[in-house]
């Protein structure tokens, strides 16, 4: 108790956790409704659930900061190209001082189908271009993503070619709903953990 029988107020508080979530694609109009930029389109839809704007541009990735549920977030899109996306990554992680278990990684994935997602403590990069740059930045693949599933090419198709392609007529429909609930998933990931963003959203496992 203070003076006059009043309990003082606490001076300092504790800083705020700090997470960063981090959406692949490539920079450019030309590529921003690619399916290779499913990543992009989630951490602008955490953004504009958060009323925040990609307007700094840290570590070559655009970013802006919000805070959720008395967490500390930074969302970042690279503007490097896919395959340099660990030059930001890593940058990131090191100048904010990110533990890995804090970054959650969100990206495009051909092995799921359309409308899936699907959170992951670890794992391998499986060909993604993005991911194998992160990778080797980061020396380590044990840290949290959120994939999200873009199906695979049709017929013969090249997978590189696919993936630079737009979303058909037909996803758009679905897109901005998968949009949401990978955001809702990602923000579960800051308050919960990833384990309970997967079990939460890893339904019926592939």
């Known amino acids: 108790m203070g003076l006059f029988g009043m309990t ?5 508080q504790e800083p705020a956790e700090m997470y960063l979530i981090v959406g692949l694609g490539n920079p450019g109009l030309k590529y921003q409704n690619n399916r290779h930029n499913v990543g992009f389109m989630v951490l602008d839809e ?6 925040a ?3 700094r541009v840290e570590s070559r990735a655009l970013v802006t900061k919000t805070d959720y549920r008395g967490r500390r977030l930074v969302l970042a899109k690279p503007r490097t190209y896919m395959n340099l996306s660990g030059q930001a990554v890593g940058g990131l992680a090191r100048f904010y001082k990110i533990p890995l278990e804090r970054l959650l990684v969100v990206y495009d994935e051909v092995d799921l189908p359309f409308e899936a997602i699907r959170a992951r ?7 993604h271009n993005g991911m194998k740059s992160i990778i080797e930045h980061l020396a380590t693949q044990e840290f949290p993503r959120l994939r999200i599933g873009i199906d695979r090419p049709p017929g013969k198709m090249a997978t590189p070619n696919y993936v630079l392609q737009d979303f058909s007529r037909e996803q758009l429909q679905v ?3 998968v949009l949401e609930r990978a955001a809702e998933a990602a923000l579960l990931f800051v308050t919960d953990g990833i384990e309970a963003a997967m079990n939460r959203f890893n339904q019926n496992e592939l």
Do not use: D, N, Y
Request: charged share 25%; net charge positive; glycine share 16%.
């Open 8 to 12: 003082p107020k606490r001076i300092f």
């Open 46 to 51: 955490i953004a504009r659930r958060q009323g």
């Open 121 to 127: 403590r670890e794992g391998g990069s499986a060909g």
């Open 53 to 55: 704007a990609f307007t």
């Open 175 to 177: 897109l901005p709903s």
